[in-house]
């Protein structure tokens, strides 16, 4: 049990928006802590893909974005790409546990 | 280009202890504005953060597996080691070292390396 939610799955058609929830409670997300966005392809390591609640590292298509909202945060995703089908993972800070976390995952597919 | 490369045993049995080192090339281990931190993966799961260390010697851990984890870091060989005590079955998973800021964004992450333990 992961101590950020996401949805195990989603799916979306070529060119349309997803979202993917991430949420979390008072001593990580709602405390105020930023949260950060990662996409794993299959078999290779997490790639940073939004830090800092909604901020993108250098090479990170602008069809990735990020919020935040009380205990929750979400990553969008427009224009989807059959190349975008990966695991997407949200990551904060938790102050109870006094350690990084993860939430458990999301799986995107493309129809 | 900074990378990161893990490397340690494939194959473990149980008791023993896990050893890993990560290596740094392409940039320095002793940035103050960085840490450097472990994740692993177990098969078919999401991430979970192991510990971190600062190049000055700081460390930290996650409470679960505290009792069994020693973060240490060479900053004349740029490398990052982990160990894990006791292990079982359940630390079977990709192990990753990664760099990560102050506001824990793990910007730069090693290929990972499979650790299985089986009797």
């Known amino acids: 049990q992961s101590v950020l939610t996401q949805p195990p799955s989603v799916s979306g058609a070529p060119g349309q928006r997803v979202t993917i929830s991430c949420t979390g409670s008072?001593?990580?997300?709602?405390?105020?802590?930023?949260v950060h966005w990662y996409e794993q392809l299959p078999g290779t390591a997490p790639k940073l893909l939004i830090y800092?609640?909604?901020n993108r590292p250098s090479g990170v298509a602008d069809r990735f974005s990020g919020s935040k909202s009380g205990t929750s945060a979400s990553l969008a995703i427009t224009g989807l790409q059959a190349e975008d089908e990966a695991d997407y993972y949200c990551?904060?800070?938790?102050?109870?546990?006094?350690?990084?976390?993860f939430g458990g995952g999301t799986k995107l597919t493309v129809l | 280009q900074l990378q990161l490369q893990e490397s340690g045993p494939g194959l473990m049995k149980p008791s023993e202890t896990l050893s890993l080192t990560c290596t740094v090339s392409?940039?320095?281990?002793?940035?103050?504005?960085?840490?450097w931190g472990w994740i692993r993966q177990s098969p078919g799961k999401g991430l979970e953060w192991i510990g971190g260390?600062?190049?000055?010697?700081?460390?930290y851990y996650s409470t679960s597996l505290k009792s069994r984890v020693t973060i240490s870091v060479d900053t004349s060989k740029k490398q990052i080691a982990l160990r894990l005590s006791s292990v079982t079955a359940a630390d079977t998973a990709i192990y990753y070292c990664?760099?990560?800021?102050?506001?824990?964004?793990?910007?730069?992450w090693g290929q990972g390396t499979l650790v299985t333990v089986s009797s």
């Open positions: 990664a760099r990560y800021s102050a506001d824990g964004d793990f910007d730069y």
């Open positions: 392409g940039g320095s281990i002793s940035g103050s504005s960085y840490y």
């Open positions: 260390i600062h190049y000055s010697g700081s460390k």
């Open positions: 008072s001593s990580n997300i709602g405390a105020g802590y930023d």
């Open positions: 800092g609640n909604n």
């Open positions: 990551q904060s800070y938790d102050s109870s546990l006094s350690g990084w976390v």
